[in-house]
């Protein structure tokens, strides 16, 4: 800038200039918002994959406890220790994400975040299953969530969230060290390493929580917060891995042994197989155990009269018949003195029929232009593996079997079909089809103001506001208000002549409600020739209504 005095309007120039400066500066490009979303969802979905992880491991440790309680409940008790250390800690940073994004949205709830999102889209708060934080306005505010974080950044370390996740940290690492043994912390990395030397853009240095919250956008805040949720599920999967492996140090001594056979399910389609995993709790892993095995009994008294399998560990028979199927078997092991020992076993399974249940939940037909909710199962298959498809119209998944049918009204077949096909084995397999008729809806029971039916009397006051409503009839099982495109009002002149005044809407006309102050009370007013916008198009009803004047 040039030295020298300079004008007010050199000066207004030049602070404008600085203004525009900043503004280029603290833009954030389109491109990495994406960025910062595309890495948010990816951590999103990897915490979800992570968790289903961590669950396994716990069913894992659980199994074990069942096999030798004595041996693995010291494990097992610092498992649950920190599965609630962490559970805390990952609800703990959760909340912090949600006021996240209400700080920056100046909102008072997530619940009002949603109904805003929601609003623009013309939906309902409950129909935004996930909130795109990219689409949000404040995806790029800074300003608000800095002070939430490290307030104005001169205190960072000691005041804001940001300086509180790092304490939360600090104790939630202690906690889950403290349950290892020594000499198992080694490797061990939980949560952020606050001492390292962190530097901004300059080389100046700074603290751990002006680097990732001062002036940092609610978008990058928000990718943050997911990835500490990674770390802490991180370190909970490595503290309970080191727990469960310490069981296995140990050999476990077992006194008893006891065959087991395992069904991979007691309900098979005909045309399906039968399989069970077969186990002698605590065997020598170095031999397996012979097989013998004899279908239609509840116990095999003579081995010559069983099939003999071999060492295996593994069932399976192919389901030809129909209804319930009986077996039984002997395991034999090999004792230590070379004597064979038997362990006798039985099961049973039952085998049906490939079917499948369609049932609509109003009546055996479809109505056009109203949305019929159907029920669609199929015995042993859960509801997630349907795959139903249907001829004419929209078949809509509600979840649970639950499926709504819509048939547009202009659609002029009489007749559709349900086909039930379901994800069996990574295949789809055919179960059954069903066949439904097509019907118009019913003929609307014409109303005034929706109170008065025909026969009725009727004060002149209420027909000068009220208009003609047309509903279906109580006895079908669809709610459906139909739009009244027009009607004639009939009635007596003075001189005794019928006279008809028509509308071209749900409404009275204005001659028709001067009229209406004229009539003398007990005079009779008939609405005919009523038409009304139906699913298929315009309909003109049959019936007619009539009232008496009050």
Known sequence: MAAGKQSPRQK????????????????????????????????????????????????????????????????????????????????????????TIMVAEGANSMEEVKREYASRLDKKPEEIDRLPIVRLDSKNEYDATTRYFVGDGTRAREVGKAHEIRERFIEYRKNMKELLSSGQEQGLKIGPDFNAEYTDANGKKESWEEHNFYHTIMIADVTILNKLISEVQSAEFAVVNRLYSDISKEDFKFTDIEAKVIPKSGYILQGGEYRADLIVAAYDTTQRPDVYIQKGVDSVRNLEDATHLGTTDKLSFTADQVGKQKYAGVLRVKQPGGMYKNYRFSDSYDVDRKSATVSANKMNVFYKGVPNPVSISVPGVPTHQLRPEIGVGNLEDQGGGDYVVNISGEVDQRETSITVNAMMKGERTFFDEYEFRLREIPDPKPTIGGTYTSGDRIESDFLQVASVIAKTPEFFEFDYTFTVEGFVLSYTGPDGYPVDLESNSHQFTQEMKDQFDRLRSGSRITIQQIKVEAPEGIRELDNAISFKIN
């Open 12 to 99: 207004m120039i030049a602070m404008m200039y600085l203004i525009l400066t900043a503004m280029l500066a603290l833009n954030v490009s389109k491109e990495v918002l994406n960025a910062f979303a595309v890495v948010n969802e990816s951590l999103d979905n990897t915490n979800q994959q992570y968790r289903t992880k961590i669950d396994q491991l716990y069913t894992s440790f659980e199994n074990q406890l069942q096999i030798n309680e004595e041996r693995v409940k010291p494990y097992w008790e610092k498992a649950e220790k920190a599965k609630k250390y962490s559970q805390n800690m990952q609800d703990y940073l959760s909340a912090i994400r949600d006021t």
